[in-house]
Structure formats: structure tokens, C-alpha cells
């Protein structure tokens, strides 16, 4: 199985490429400040299960899979805060907030997973 097969790999990295188009409309200090944070923790929960995945052994990858869920929860903190401040909508915080609850619950499932089949 390659890592593109992973449906939370492939969430998690359509949402960080939703995130970056909109951090880039934001103004200098915003998009310098909060915007990097932004980016860099959404895209490390595709970078995470990327690299779990890539290990090949299953202790590895089910610890980089919970790696994976600490940026995701970093990513909700800076959404709340760009929301805050004025830098994203109610309704687009709510989309990307939804789609951040749905990923979430991913990285677990796909441990049980691979749990199951230790080859993998």
C-alpha cells in the first residue's frame, strides 16, 4: 500500500493546501506571524503519517501516527486564533474546524489497522 492510499494522509494534505491558498490572501504580519505557525503544524500531520508510513515497521509507524495528532490539535489553536483576530470568516473557521474534527479521528483507525496486519 503506498501513502497516497491513506485516506488520512490525503485529507490531511488537501487541508493543509486549503490553509496555505488561505494564509496567502493575509497581510504581511499576519501571513509572517501566524500564518507560518499555521501552515507549518497542518503540514506536519501529512509530513507525520508520510513518515511513519515509510518506516516499514509497524512500532514506528503507529508512533508517527500519533505524532501526527499533535500538530492537528496545534493547527485547531492557530485557526482559533486567526479566527480571533480577524483573519478567517466564521463560516470558513467552521469548514476547516470541521474537516480538522473528521482527521482527527483518523490517525487511530488507521493504527488499529495496521495493528491487524503487521506488514503493513
Not at 503507529?62 to 478567517?88: N, S, V
Amino acid at each position: 500500500m503506498d501513502v497516497d492510499d491513506l485516506a488520512v494522509y490525503r485529507r490531511s494534505l488537501k487541508l493543509a493546501e486549503e490553509i496555505w491558498a488561505e494564509v496567502e490572501g493575509w497581510p504581511s504580519f499576519a501571513k509572517y506571524s501566524i500564518g507560518e505557525k499555521l501552515v507549518q503544524a497542518a503540514d506536519s500531520t501529512a509530513a507525520n503519517i508520510s513518515e511513519g508510513h515509510g518506516r516499514y515497521h509497524f512500532g514506528e509507524n503507529r508512533q508517527f501516527c500519533y505524532d501526527a495528532r499533535g500538530p492537528l490539535q496545534e493547527t485547531i489553536t492557530w485557526l482559533q486564533k486567526a479566527k480571533m483576530r480577524g483573519l478567517i470568516t466564521d463560516e470558513r473557521y467552521e469548514e476547516l474546524s470541521d474537516e480538522l474534527t473528521e482527521i482527527r479521528k483518523m490517525p487511530n483507525g488507521y493504527v488499529r489497522s495496521i495493528g491487524k496486519n503487521r506488514s503493513s
